[in-house]
């Protein structure tokens, strides 16, 4: 990609909310499928592959990756398949999903100092500071305010527009859903 146009590629990730649903969709449908799928090893690469695509459409799309390599070795503990099937499904997650993202997060590391781009990092160097400076920075308190708060209440698809929050009936409703779709992943793994 040429250096000229890298800035274009990060505008245009803002509103591909649709074509980053359907990547991650069909990378979670297989996930799902994948304990009693006949080609695990390609089920897995496939979904590597679909999460790539997913990342470079839309960056959060990389918040399933550490959730779907959680998944297989959750089987696995859980005895629904065996530890080498679900060690080999994680090597070919993560192997498919860097020959997708590398150059991208090489060219990432290169400009800003950051493998994943976001609005944050870019201010963050050209106030000079890197991604351990932001590192250094965490405490404990802000587990709860970021992974849950940030990344899952408040993540409505708010997309480009992150300055309109949904309101608080909706973000309450949408907590009770994930507990409903987590307590229904724990029912149907036990």
Same mark, same amino acid.
């Given at each position: 990609?040429?250096?000229?146009?890298?800035?274009?590629? @990060?505008?245009?990730?803002?509103?591909?909310?649709?074509?980053?649903?359907?990547?991650?969709? *069909?990378?979670? $449908?297989?996930?799902?499928?994948?304990? /009693?799928?006949?080609?695990?090893?390609?089920?897995?690469?496939?979904?590597?592959?679909?999460?790539?695509?997913?990342?470079? /459409?839309?960056?959060?799309?990389?918040?399933?990756?550490?959730?779907?390599?959680? @998944?297989?070795?959750?089987?696995?503990?859980? *005895?629904? !398949?065996? $530890?080498?099937?679900?060690?080999?499904?994680?090597?070919?997650?993560?192997?498919? @999903?860097?020959?997708?993202?590398?150059?991208?997060?090489?060219?990432?590391? #290169?400009?800003?100092?950051?493998?994943? !781009?976001? #609005? %944050?990092?870019?201010?963050?160097? #050209?106030?000079?500071?890197?991604?351990?400076?932001?590192?250094?920075?965490?405490?404990?308190?802000?587990? %709860?305010?970021?992974?849950?708060?940030?990344?899952?209440? %408040?993540?409505? $698809?708010?997309?480009?527009?992150?300055?309109?929050?949904?309101?608080?009936?909706?973000?309450?409703? @949408?907590? $009770?859903?994930?507990?409903?779709?987590?307590?229904?992943?724990?029912?149907?793994?036990?």
């Amino acid at each position: 990609m040429h250096a000229d146009t890298w800035p274009y590629f @990060y505008v245009s990730r803002v509103a591909n909310d649709a074509l980053a649903l359907a990547f991650v969709g *069909a990378a979670v $449908w297989l996930l799902m499928h994948w304990p /009693t799928g006949r080609f695990p090893r390609a089920s897995a690469a496939l979904v590597g592959g679909l999460l790539g695509l997913g990342t470079l /459409t839309k960056l959060i799309t990389v918040s399933l990756l550490p959730a779907a390599l959680a @998944y297989l070795l959750f089987l696995a503990l859980c *005895a629904r !398949v065996k $530890w080498f099937t679900a060690v080999l499904g994680v090597v070919m997650i993560v192997s498919t @999903y860097f020959v997708f993202t590398l150059p991208f997060l090489v060219k990432n590391i #290169q400009h800003y100092r950051v493998p994943f !781009v976001t #609005q %944050e990092a870019i201010i963050n160097g #050209q106030n000079g500071k890197s991604f351990v400076d932001s590192f250094r920075a965490i405490r404990a308190d802000h587990i %709860e305010s970021f992974f849950v708060g940030r990344l899952i209440q %408040e993540n409505l $698809w708010t997309s480009g527009w992150s300055f309109l929050m949904p309101d608080r009936l909706f973000v309450n409703a @949408y907590s $009770w859903i994930l507990v409903i779709a987590f307590g229904g992943l724990l029912a149907g793994v036990y």
